[in-house]
């Protein structure tokens, strides 16, 4: 059973949200300006918070990506006397999805996690595997998700992602900008896997007020602003390579760049190129401009070293689809650039591919990175497989949004 509400949590009539055992998943970003408080003091002072999941990047999103929470520690001094705190993202891969034991003794459980509406986000395989869990072994326990509006807006982007190439990163089926909010994939998800538990959604507009901004806290270290989400789908590719895709600077996945990429001038010098932003240029895009620089990272790939690359600047009214544009540049640099090379080895749990192969999650697009196949090829095929998604997910959506089509607002 599911059902959709536009009543905040906090005036809710039901009872175990007021009286009962709870559990909760959240991070900073369950904050909220008319009570000034976290959710989770909330509950506390209620009486009724007995058990706090947390999910990558720990309850304050201290921690960068991939960093283990193995020990919950650092939390005590929050004075939650009697509450138990559960890592999602630890070191052993069990941790990854929680065991139906961290579900016993408790009456409800409430989410409110801000997503990006990127499969790469781990947000999204953590709220699934809660549900795999509660599915699994038939455990009946209500769950309420707080929606949050989904910075990527309603476009879609890419293919769903192929058999084989799940892990955490990724789920198969999910293509790379999914188009719905992170309530939305909850009611897809419910109706994929058949579950039968009570699962409640609360509408991200019910949680505004003049106060309360739709995202006023970010989510994680590397996601600095609304604005990251127009290019992490694309961008995020990065990090199956030896470039840098800007952490370490206070614009990720905006920046990115290597020490070595500076020989790119003497390309645009032989071509006769204008300037980067020149529309003959291999790189150009009429949905960004590219201004390029030099940065140092402060942390991370080439930290300490002086990296020559681009800014992404969004053109403002125009579209663009992040994911083609950033396939095209990496394919650019690795024909152009002797130094550039995909990262080798394991990169996330649950499988054992290569960064480059997860994140791509499709052999047509990791044919293209090659050199394999055409441009044509990749749009024509992206065209059918975005469709084929819309399609697929429209019964499963709470907002209309006239601008829900063929990748929204983005552009081939």
């Not at 909330?42 to 201290?62: A, D, S, V, W």
């Not at 961290?102 to 781990?122: C, H, N, P, S, W």
């Not at 290019?231 to 760049?257: D, I």
Request: hydrophobic letters at 35%; proline letters at 6%.
């Amino acid at each position: 059973m599911v059902s959709f509400s536009t009543c905040p949590i906090w005036e809710d009539t039901d009872p175990v949200l007021r009286s009962g055992r709870l559990g909760l998943l959240c991070n900073q970003a369950a904050w909220h300006g008319e009570t000034g408080e976290y959710l989770f003091e909330t509950f506390y002072k209620q009486g009724n918070l007995k058990r706090l999941f947390m999910p990558e990047h720990g309850l304050f999103g201290e921690l960068q990506d991939q960093v283990k929470l193995d020990g919950t520690g650092a939390y005590e001094g929050l004075g939650l006397k009697g509450c138990e705190f559960v890592s999602l993202y630890g070191s052993d891969d069990a941790t990854l999805k929680a065991g139906p034991e961290k579900f016993a003794g408790l009456d409800a459980l409430v989410i409110e996690l801000q997503d990006v509406g990127v499969r790469y986000y781990t947000f999204l395989s953590t709220l699934r595997n809660i549900f795999l869990t509660l599915k699994e072994h038939h455990l009946s326990l209500p769950v309420w998700i707080l929606d949050r509006e989904n910075p990527a807006g309603p476009g879609v982007e890419g293919s769903p992602l192929k058999e084989g190439y799940g892990s955490f990163i990724g789920i198969e089926g999910i293509p790379h900008r999914y188009g719905l909010s992170i309530g939305e994939m909850a009611n897809f998800f419910y109706a994929e896997i058949k579950a039968e538990f009570p699962l409640h959604i609360v509408s991200w507009k019910a949680l505004l007020t003049p106060r309360l901004f739709p995202w006023v806290i970010v989510p994680s270290p590397n996601i600095p602003g609304f604005f990251t989400a127009d290019f992490y789908s694309g961008q995020c590719l990065w990090e199956g390579t030896n470039v840098s895709e800007g952490r370490g600077t206070t614009r990720p996945f905006e920046v990115f760049g290597a020490p070595w990429m500076e020989t790119l001038f003497d390309l645009n010098q032989r071509k006769g190129y204008a300037n980067w932003n020149d529309p003959r240029h291999p790189l150009y895009d009429s949905g960004v401009f590219l201004r390029w620089q030099r940065f140092i990272p402060t942390f991370h790939k080439y930290k300490d070293e002086c990296c020559f690359g681009f800014h992404l600047i969004r053109s403002p009214g125009r579209p663009y689809h992040a994911l083609l544009h950033a396939l095209r540049i990496i394919r650019f640099v690795a024909e152009n650039c002797g130094d550039f090379a995909f990262r080798p080895g394991k990169y996330e749990a649950g499988n054992d591919k290569t960064a480059i192969e997860l994140l791509a999650g499709d052999p047509l697009f990791l044919d293209y990175l090659r050199g394999l196949r055409e441009l044509k090829e990749i749009r024509e095929y992206l065209r059918d497989e975005e469709q084929g998604w819309i399609g697929r997910v429209k019964d499963y959506r709470f907002y209309e949004d006239p601008l829900f089509s063929n990748s929204g607002n983005q552009k081939m």
